[in-house]
């Protein structure tokens, strides 16, 4: 049980470049979901899926799009990158659109992603 | 949609002082606010959560209190441990939408 499992851990893109950020989970978590974290910014939600076929947009959409074609995959694709894309992203899973018990949120261990 | 502000940003303490983080919410509708942990370059994860019909829980050293009427919600740590020091994120949702955090407090504990 790997959990939630995020790649690549760190990257470099220059502006203007296209990339996906993977995410995959082995619970059968129906919920999953994409926060960025900015140094004094907290966690803010990029988009969110209730289950496979389900998406919908969180507080900062803009700039990201995503997909859920399996219970267990919801990547992040960031279309032409900007140096304000410079963050750390960490996706999330959990059994509730809350996390209200089973442990929470279960969160991969991030991507550092970095626009030059 | 609902709004979470969280105080202090950093909050330093002396190893087994209290430690107190406070938040606030707007929607009237939450009823769920947990609190989550992140140890530097790690992940977050859930420490302590409370629902909307229950005005404190307890877990060992760490407690959380609600005032649904002044729509706070605040962490107390006693007896802090340099293990301790870690961001926490407060959060809070209506169960109709993700959980919406804070902004996190930097808590640093002084051996």
């Given at each position: 049980?790997?959990?939630?499992t995020?790649?690549p851990?760190?990257?470099?893109?220059?502006?203007?470049?296209?990339?996906?950020?993977q995410?995959a989970?082995?619970?059968?978590?129906?919920?999953?979901s994409?926060?960025?974290q900015?140094?004094?910014?907290?966690?803010r939600?990029?988009?969110?899926?209730?289950?496979?076929?389900?998406t919908?947009?969180?507080?900062v959409?803009?700039?990201?799009?995503?997909?859920?074609?399996?219970?267990?995959?919801?990547?992040?694709?960031?279309l032409s990158?900007?140096?304000?894309?410079?963050?750390?992203?960490?996706?999330?899973?959990?059994?509730?659109?809350?996390?209200?018990?089973?442990?929470?949120?279960?969160?991969?261990?991030?991507?550092?992603?970095t626009?030059? | 949609?609902?709004?979470?502000?969280?105080?202090?940003?950093?909050?330093?303490?002396?190893?087994g002082d209290s430690?107190?983080?406070?938040?606030?919410?707007?929607?009237?509708?939450s009823?769920?606010?947990?609190?989550?942990?992140?140890e530097?370059?790690?992940r977050?994860?859930?420490?302590?959560?409370?629902r909307?019909?229950?005005?404190?829980?307890?877990?060992?050293?760490?407690?959380?209190?609600l005032?649904?009427?002044?729509?706070?919600?605040?962490?107390?740590?006693?007896?802090?441990?340099?293990?301790?020091?870690?961001?926490?994120?407060c959060a809070?949702?209506?169960?109709?939408?993700?959980?919406?955090?804070?902004?996190?407090?930097?808590?640093?504990?002084?051996?």
């Open positions: 049980n790997a959990g939630v995020q790649t851990k760190f990257q470099v893109l220059k502006t203007g470049q296209s990339m996906t950020l995410c989970q082995d619970m059968n978590h129906e919920y999953m994409w926060y960025r900015d140094p004094g910014m907290g966690l939600l990029i988009h969110y899926s209730v289950g496979a076929g389900i919908d947009q969180g507080e959409p803009n700039g990201y799009n995503v997909s859920r074609s399996t219970t267990e995959d919801f990547p992040l694709r960031l990158a900007a140096p304000s894309q410079t963050s750390v992203y960490f996706c999330a899973s959990s059994y509730s659109l809350t996390g209200t018990g089973n442990y929470g949120y279960t969160f991969g261990s991030g991507t550092r992603l626009v030059v | 949609g609902e709004n979470v502000e969280q105080h202090p940003s950093t909050l330093s303490v002396q190893e430690a107190v983080i406070k938040c606030t919410y707007s929607d009237s509708a009823n769920y606010f947990p609190w989550y942990k992140q530097l370059g790690k977050p994860q859930l420490i302590i959560d409370i909307s019909n229950v005005g404190e829980k307890k877990d060992q050293r760490i407690a959380v209190t005032n649904k009427t002044a729509k706070h919600f605040s962490l107390h740590i006693t007896e802090t441990q340099p293990e301790d020091s870690a961001v926490y994120f809070a949702s209506s169960g109709n939408t993700p959980l919406v955090f804070g902004k996190g407090t930097r808590l640093s504990v002084i051996a």
